[in-house]
């Protein structure tokens, strides 16, 4: 069967989020599902496949890291819609049926996808003991994301402090399902983005996650509160480096940004 790889959040190869991406009559048992995303090695693999017309879902949709299915994925989502619409397997708006609910991932004139998403619910937490060790900074404020996402969400003091950091993976991997998302304010706006941040998820094999479209469900409720705009660019700074423009919608959240395909070809086993 055919399997792509398409990086998200970019519009250049060899940045962004890498992901897999396999269009499938059905889904077939969990465990080769798993076996496959544990062979592609990316952070997420999509597995798809059509449902029938009528319904409220054009595809189910199922996302698998290298160790374990997650409930959200944003760029593994982008990814799919890319696949999906730049090989005219479907037309317009794309309604993915998931373990988070409906997802809609609408294509924009100018080659952008925009996702629409649930907004993660923000909780403020005490720091827990230990962060601070365990990052290798101090947080200024610590936000639990709720089930859907399963990060602790962490305000650094700058841009540089989030940069900068070279945490103790295994011991972050001990405050949150899933891991930790680091953010600061952008120390210059003017750049292109509004905040940074960099996404550690030890709890799934992936020590840094390169543009983590879910984290931004989070990210984007946190600063469009601090910055008084619904509408932000997000940098996540890992060493790939993407943007997402977010657009707080209430209890829904916009992640947009593009794909590249980067490989195509057949799956063998």
């Not at 952070?43 to 449902?51: N, S, Y």
């Not at 794309?94 to 924009?108: E, H, K, Y």
Request: glycine share 8%; net charge negative.
């Amino acid at each position: 069967m055919r399997i792509r790889i398409v990086d998200a959040f970019t519009d250049r190869p060899f940045s962004g989020n890498p992901a897999g991406v396999l269009l499938l009559d059905a889904f077939p048992d969990d465990a080769w599902l798993q076996n496959v995303a544990k062979e592609v090695n990316h952070a997420e693999t999509a597995f798809a496949h059509p449902l029938p017309e009528g319904g409220e879902a054009d595809w189910a949709l199922r996302w698998f890291t290298p160790v374990a299915e997650v409930a959200l994925c944003g760029h593994a989502t982008l990814a799919t819609a890319h696949v999906l619409t730049s090989t005219n397997t479907h037309e317009g708006p794309v309604r993915f049926a998931t373990r988070s609910g409906v997802l809609i991932a609408t294509p924009r004139p100018d080659g952008t996808l925009t996702l629409d998403f649930p907004t993660a619910p923000l909780t403020p937490v005490p720091v827990p003991d230990g962060v601070a060790e365990a990052l290798g900074a101090e947080p200024l404020s610590a936000f639990d994301t709720g089930p859907n996402v399963g990060d602790l969400l962490v305000e650094l003091a700058d841009e540089k402090t989030v940069r900068d950091l070279a945490p103790d993976l295994r011991a972050l991997g001990r405050y949150s399902e899933r891991g930790m998302i680091a953010t600061a304010r952008a120390a210059d706006p003017a750049a292109g983005h509004d905040y940074v941040s960099r996404c550690f998820f030890p709890n799934l094999g992936i020590d840094e996650d390169p543009v983590t479209g879910s984290a931004h469900t989070a990210l984007a409720p946190y600063w469009s509160e601090r910055l008084g705009s619904p509408e932000l660019t997000g940098l996540q700074a890992s060493p790939r480096s993407g943007h997402v423009r977010t657009e707080l919608r209430g209890d829904r959240t916009l992640l947009s940004g593009r794909a590249v395909t980067v490989i195509d070809g057949d799956l063998l086993a």
